[in-house]
């Protein structure tokens, strides 16, 4: 029964994912796509701020403690300065008391070398992290440059986009609700008279190869013939009667 909840549970998100991911403006998740990248930005450069605040942090104390221990250790000579001299003078209290006076410099002097070893340790591990920190940083700044050449290179390429859909949008209304008209097309004129000459060819050709047609052709024949002997005939006569007329004037 879990693995059931489970399982619909999944495919309901995957769902609910896609459908948003299908009616999202591209546009809005750029721009969502490129602040992400801005607050990831500023968050790793707080970090780095942070690591690097550290370092310095930990080099004034190095620092101070270099001075601490440059003190301690001229304080320690001008005791044991101090104890010798009261010796040279034959006080052995007051060089006794200089001489104490120059051990407690010196165990103190001994606490803050161990200190100062510990500080130099702490900071080269910190310059360390520091440098890396850096490194990140402007590794990470060069990645959003990229980002935002990106974000105007998709935003191009989407208006282009949209700018094709239109065209195809418009295309198909064109296609799809052209204007109804009652006067034809040339092409549709074009067709209609190749059909006619096409009809009057066949009409033609059945007319002319038909029997009634071949005995139209025999007939037709015959009175050429016959008008021929006629017009032979009358010939005939008007040349004749035209030779006897002359041959009388003689």
Do not use: C
């Amino acid at each position: 029964m879990f693995r059931l909840i489970a399982r619909t549970w999944h495919y309901a998100v995957a769902f609910l994912t896609g459908t948003l991911d299908t009616l999202a403006d591209p546009r809005v998740q750029i721009e969502q796509a490129i602040e992400d990248a801005k607050r990831q930005h500023a968050a790793l450069s707080d970090q780095a701020a942070a690591v690097i605040g550290n370092q310095r942090e930990l080099q004034l104390k190095l620092t101070r403690t270099v001075t601490e221990l440059e003190r301690l250790r001229a304080s320690a000579s001008q005791a044991l300065l101090l104890a010798e001299d009261a010796r040279t003078k034959g006080d052995t209290d007051k060089a006794a008391a200089h001489e104490r006076t120059a051990r407690l410099f010196a165990m103190q002097l001994a606490t803050v070398e161990s200190s100062a070893a510990d500080l130099h340790e702490l900071h080269g591990r910190a310059a360390a992290a520091a440098k890396a920190a850096k490194g990140a940083v402007e590794h990470n700044a060069y990645l959003v440059q990229r980002q935002l050449a990106e974000r105007s290179k998709l935003l191009t390429e989407l208006e282009a986009a949209k700018m094709q859909e239109r065209v195809a949008s418009a295309l198909q209304r064109i296609g799809t609700f052209a204007p109804a008209t009652d006067v034809p097309s040339l092409q549709e004129i074009r067709e209609k008279i190749d059909q006619r000459i096409a009809r009057s060819q066949g009409r033609y050709e059945i007319a002319t190869e038909g029997v009634d047609a071949r005995i139209l052709d025999v007939e037709h024949a015959l009175v050429d013939a016959r008008g021929d002997q006629i017009l032979d005939e009358i010939r005939q006569k008007v040349l004749g009667s035209a030779n006897e007329s002359s041959g009388g004037r003689k």
